[in-house]
């Protein structure tokens, strides 16, 4: 019993420095995997606090490129209003033609980071103005990412540029589907994969969601084509994509809510439990 | 003398987690490097001080710039590494003298303290980006990134330490 001590004593350095690394690893391995109950984030009074600080002063910085962007977001919608009782055809799908499911929520980017390979974003809305878990997060360009912790007033998001996104996305002309993912590196840049090689692409051609996830809305701009190859197995494009959004540079966000989301998520589990 | 001490070493935690979320955190030069100079605390670390205490002071620090950088636990984790192995990079820069207390960082040779500083940085910033990207294909992109943010933090804690030492 006494050995047993004196080894404790004798060891207790490397027995607590072992201890606390298991805690980080733990962590670690927590936040890798997609859309868990995160431990340890920055939704949370005290970071979320300090962080609203900061960005009160920093708005300041910012202000005449964010009035242009509110500026060329208000006039996009504004044709889209005025064209929209003559040429109901034409009309790209977008939100607004489903707006009854969705609702917005307005949020202010408190803290962004763009230049690891697991980026976030934190935004000064949570629970208290109804947020969850897994909402979709666009600005007024494109795609900015989804919800994955929340606190009473705030919440962090996993950007598009965090190398567990993975965001169903179509080709606008031709409707095929494929997985926006990130492969680090360019803060610009994401990859759209799996889209089948008998596809015709072109460079410049527009990415936007796809309504089949519950997350986002079906026509959410995401990027445009950059650069074009075919994967290894030769059988599907590796599409490069240039964001619209400026994820460098991100102060105002919408939150979507998708009113139908449970129903739907409940249909779907119940189909996996049959199966 | 010791109640000093602990003052200075407090201040010193609260001033380093802060300056790194909010300043140091967003630096992005070249687009990705940030330095990371809040290991600045355990490198200065009164050498002659408890070592259990610098390890749990170590992973409080980086469990702080974890939760405010979203990052889970790889900053704890590197830094509770490098405040359990600091004495062995001690002895391996400062040689014997430092067995007898008698070595202060801000009068030690440049050749050791930089000697020092590197070895902390380095082994600091290898464990910190092999844990965030956690995957052997980007195994360049971890060495690259411990490179460039590693020679900035150092060129910053070093230029951090000389501006605060007291001279006589």
């Not at chain 1, 005449?64 to 055809?89: A, D, G, H, P």
């Not at chain 1, 950007?159 to 997985?179: P, Y």
């Not at chain 1, 527009?206 to 959410?220: M, R, Y």
């Not at chain 1, 074009?228 to 460098?248: G, H, P, Q, R, V």
Request: net charge positive; proline share 2%.
């Amino acid at each position: 019993m006494r050995q047993i001590i004196f080894f404790f004593i004798r060891n207790k350095n490397s027995l607590l420095f072992l201890l606390l690394f298991l805690i980080s690893l733990f962590l670690t391995v927590n936040s890798h995997s997609f859309h868990r109950n995160k431990v340890a984030t920055s939704a949370n009074f005290f970071s979320g606090g300090i962080y609203s600080i900061k960005q009160n002063v920093q708005d300041y910085f910012n202000l005449k490129t964010q009035n242009t962007l509110l500026v060329e977001e208000n006039n996009r919608l504004r044709e889209l209003l005025s064209n929209r009782n003559f040429s109901r055809n034409n009309i790209p799908a977008d939100s607004s033609n489903l707006l009854p499911n969705y609702s917005y929520v307005q949020a202010r980017v408190i803290n962004n980071s763009f230049s690891r390979s697991k980026n976030s974003l934190t935004i000064d809305r949570g629970t208290n103005d109804s947020l969850a878990i897994d909402m979709g997060v666009v600005s007024s360009k494109g795609v900015v990412g989804i919800v994955n912790s929340v606190s009473a007033n705030y919440a962090t998001v996993q950007s598009v540029l965090n190398t567990n996104s993975q965001i169903n996305a179509k080709l606008k002309n031709t409707n095929h589907f494929g997985t926006l993912i990130w492969e680090t590196g360019s803060p610009y840049l994401a990859t759209l994969i799996d889209i089948p090689r008998q596809v015709s692409v072109q460079k410049g051609d527009t990415i936007v969601t796809d309504g089949k996830s519950t997350i986002f809305p079906e026509g959410i701009l995401i990027g445009s084509i950059e650069d074009f190859k075919l994967a290894a197995n030769e059988d599907y494009y590796e599409l490069s994509i240039a964001l619209f959004n400026d994820m460098t540079k991100i102060a105002h966000v919408y939150v979507i809510e998708n009113k139908a989301a449970a129903e739907i998520k409940k249909l779907e589990n119940a189909l996996e439990d049959v199966e | 003398m010791w109640n000093n001490e602990i003052l200075i070493n407090t201040i010193r935690f609260l001033v380093l987690l802060l300056v790194q979320v909010i300043l140091l955190n967003h630096i992005n030069l070249f687009g990705y490097v940030n330095p990371y100079v809040y290991i600045l605390f355990i490198i200065v670390f009164p050498f002659s001080a408890n070592k259990s205490l610098l390890i749990l002071l170590a992973f409080l620090l980086g469990l702080g710039i974890d939760i405010f950088g979203d990052s889970g636990g790889v900053h704890a984790a590197a830094s509770a590494f490098i405040a359990y192995v600091r004495p062995a990079f001690l002895k391996i820069s400062f040689g014997v003298s430092y067995e007898y207390n008698m070595v202060k960082i801000s009068k030690s040779v440049i050749g050791e303290r930089l000697t020092y500083i590197s070895l902390m940085v380095f082994t600091h910033h290898l464990i910190l980006f092999s844990l965030e990207i956690f995957n052997f294909n980007h195994i360049l992109l971890i060495l690259r990134s411990t490179l460039f943010s590693g020679i900035f933090s150092v060129v910053l804690i070093f230029c951090t330490i000389l501006l605060f030492s007291r001279r006589n």
